[in-house]
């Protein structure tokens, strides 16, 4: 299996752009969540999905914040407008079953300049 | 209140030396399952292991060891012989039930530093 497939691996944007990153579970996996790491708050739950559902945004930041499942095998993570405080990592992580470990991407570094 | 803490921030030790690193946490569920995660420099996560709360035994494996204590909410990690390889950022999770669905809440890490 290829793993946990995230894109880009880097983007650098302007404050006030529009970001989209994307990612790929494993293939049968039914959650999907997106975690934001940054140095002051470590890693932080965004939202998740159980078959493309979102179960819970509690932990998306504001209203610019926005996250979608199409379909079992892509996510999108979008961003608009962006801000230089959005600089972090972001992780998509999947797993088979609620409470089984996570299979982490490898993650998305942002740069809101 | 469901949360990790990992108290040492960052550990420094020599190449050989043992090392632990604690993870306390605080749920109100009576099931649940922690982990370990290794993140190295590259920046990956990687899952060293998942324990669920009925199980106390402690595991081994290889030059590492996890001791779990429920009456000190306690999850720690050893590595035993530490390696230069073994540098990297330790993360400590607890599984919290909500809404029907588990998710994953992270303690801040602890970053290691084996020096040759």
């Known amino acids: 299996d290829a793993g946990v497939i995230q894109s880009p691996r880097h983007e650098v944007t302007e404050m006030g752009q529009e970001v989209t990153l994307r990612c790929k579970p494993i293939?049968?996996?039914?959650?999907l969540f997106w975690y934001r790491q940054t140095m002051m708050r470590g890693l932080e739950l965004l939202i998740y999905f159980n078959n493309n559902v979102p179960i819970d945004d509690s932990g998306m930041p504001e209203d610019r914040f926005s996250a979608k499942m199409p379909n079992a095998s892509f996510s999108t993570l979008k961003i608009q407008p962006s801000e230089p405080r959005d600089s972090a990592v972001y992780f998509c992580?999947?797993?088979?079953?609620?409470?089984?470990?996570?299979?982490f991407g490898s993650g998305t570094q942002l740069s809101v300049l | 209140a469901q949360k990790v803490t990992q108290a040492q921030t960052e550990i420094s030790v020599v190449e050989k030396e043992d090392v632990t690193l604690d993870c306390v946490y605080e749920t109100r569920d009576t099931t649940y399952y922690l982990f370990w995660y290794k993140q190295p420099p590259s920046g990956e996560l990687v899952f060293l292991i998942r324990?669920?709360?009925?199980?106390?035994q402690n595991e081994i494996s290889g030059r590492y060891s996890w001791n779990f204590q429920k009456s000190t909410s306690s999850f720690n990690f050893t590595i035993t012989a530490s390696q230069v390889v073994d540098s990297a950022v330790y993360f400590c999770?607890?599984?919290?039930?909500?809404?029907?669905?588990?998710?994953?809440?992270f303690g801040k890490g602890t970053k290691l530093t084996v020096n040759p």
């Open positions: 992580a999947s797993s088979s079953l609620g409470g089984e470990k996570l299979f």
């Open positions: 324990r669920n709360s009925f199980d106390e």
């Open positions: 293939s049968g996996h039914d959650y």
């Open positions: 999770a607890l599984s919290v039930h909500q809404g029907g669905s588990e998710k994953l809440v």
